[in-house]
């Protein structure tokens, strides 16, 4: 069975944004969206969406506060395409993932999408791990 965490090769979106048009922003009525309301929704976002907002923000309102948000958000995908799988995909590939993607998962979805179902599959997956090397 192929592993859907190494070297996914999926374009969810072709990764490269102009400055969008608001019509085109992944959060509808985003210029009638306080700054705290933004912020809030910003979390839900995969990195290409981030972008899009964050290239639209710059161009636009340029608020201090969102562009902060934005900056911290961002970041890489612990593998490429992540954010274009569905929880299921990422927790079939779990089984076969090495230490290090692991981490990477991990880490990212505390940081950003905070999803039940792949929190506790790592933690299936790591318990799991250790309890055959130890028993091995």
Excluded: C, W
């Excluded at 964050?54 to 340029?62: L, Q, S, V």
């Amino acid at each position: 069975m192929k592993n859907p965490l190494n070297g996914l090769r999926r374009h969810a979106a072709a990764g490269v944004h102009s400055a969008a048009a608001v019509d085109d922003l992944p959060l509808a009525g985003y210029d009638r969206l306080d700054v705290g309301q933004l912020i809030a929704r910003l979390r839900h976002l995969s990195q290409v969406e981030l972008t899009a907002v964050d290239d639209y923000e710059r161009a636009h309102a340029n608020r201090i506060d969102v562009l902060n948000k934005l900056r911290y958000l961002r970041g890489p995908e612990p593998v490429e395409g992540y954010d274009a799988l569905e929880p299921d995909e990422i927790v079939a590939g779990l089984r076969h993932a090495d230490n290090p993607t692991l981490r990477r998962v991990r880490e990212y979805e505390l940081k950003f999408r905070r999803r039940d179902t792949v929190l506790r599959a790592l933690a299936d997956v790591r318990h799991n791990g250790l309890a055959a090397s130890a028993n091995g």
